[in-house]
């Protein structure tokens, strides 16, 4: 998995995991089951200061980078998926705004405070009546008598419940387009929110993400200086595909080691004899190295093409198709490496109740293909086969 870049990421990553071995692992299977908010890991990510690891150094913050956050994502999807993920979306939006607020004072206060107080920011992207794309709003800023408002209604809040702020696209004006959007941070003092449905999914059930309709009060300042196309195309969308399948990652790399351990175990209970699950988990490792090689190729790709001048190489129709595949390829491999794995396992892997179940493990990879429709990402790529020189 990623190198820290420096001792100060080698401790950072130390701490995270130790966070995800003693705390999120402990309590991943009752998050589950209770289809509840990891709050005894976040609690532990406050305290180590975790949720402000991108926000620069000179502003209080860890100064750390993506791939170090990569790799956290990874040590807690390891132990806990929802709690992988809840970092992960974070980190996210903690990402949006370091990279994108230029040198507006507000969102400079505004960091100090997350380092200081640890607060938990969720995005508010999706919209009912977009039919999935991101990319175009219907609710709008609306100018007022020195604020501005809008009203959203949203079929799923990342633990919206939870959160203490929320970035949400809009249209930038209600005569705009609805591609021509901004992202507003609302604190949830600002704002009311009215949860408009349940949470009971298959997987992935400590996200605790409910629809809502969400409004909000707040200063013009309060919207990032740079376009949300700007945004989506330089961070948000690859920083959200590469933390998410570190995440699947980590979740399919634990289904793997508890097949390793029933092979292991199998082995010693019938010395001398052949284990038929043996070769099975040969050909789980070959899957699993395969989303390996794709989730470690592409953090490397970023990397790359985040140091040119500009970020000139992230808005390129190559890049774009680069983290656009890294997404469907990542989200559909990591569940059918928890299925090989329960394959390994055979009926001690189906059950819940066993060391070696891997029911959680496979019902959180489901979610994947449906975070951002593949489908929907496939006719983006589509349009984009058509036009772009190298892929």
Known sequence: MPTPTSVDAA???????RIAADVAA???????????????TVDALKEMKALSALVPAELGGGGLGISDVAAASFALGRRCGSSGMVFAMH????????????????????????VANQRLIASITSEVGTGGDTGKSIAAVTPGDGNCSFEKQAPTVSYGPDADDF??????????EGGAQVAVLTARDQMELEQSGTWDPLGMRGTCSPGFIARATFSADQILPQSFSAIGVETMVPVSHLLWSHVWLGVATEAFDRARAFVRASAK????????AALRLSHLMTHLSLLRGEVESALDAFTAADATPGRERLSTLTSRLRFNNLKIAASEQAPRV???????CGIVGFKNDTPFSIGRQLRDTMSGPLMIANERI????ASLLLVAKDV
């Open 91 to 114: 980190q996210i939006q903690v990402a949006c705004i370091v990279r994108h607020a230029g040198s507006s004072e507000w969102f400079e206060d505004y960091l100090r405070s997350l």
């Open 269 to 276: 209970r019938a010395a001398g004899e052949p284990v038929p």
């Open 338 to 344: 928890c299925q090989a794995a329960m394959e390994v």
């Open 11 to 17: 401790e950072f990553l130390a701490g995270i995991e």
């Open 378 to 381: 496939h006719t983006t790529n």
């Open 26 to 40: 402990t309590h991943a299977d009752d998050v589950d089951q209770a289809a509840r908010f990891p709050v005894e």
């Open 167 to 176: 970035l949400t696209t809009l249209r930038e004006s209600p005569d705009a």
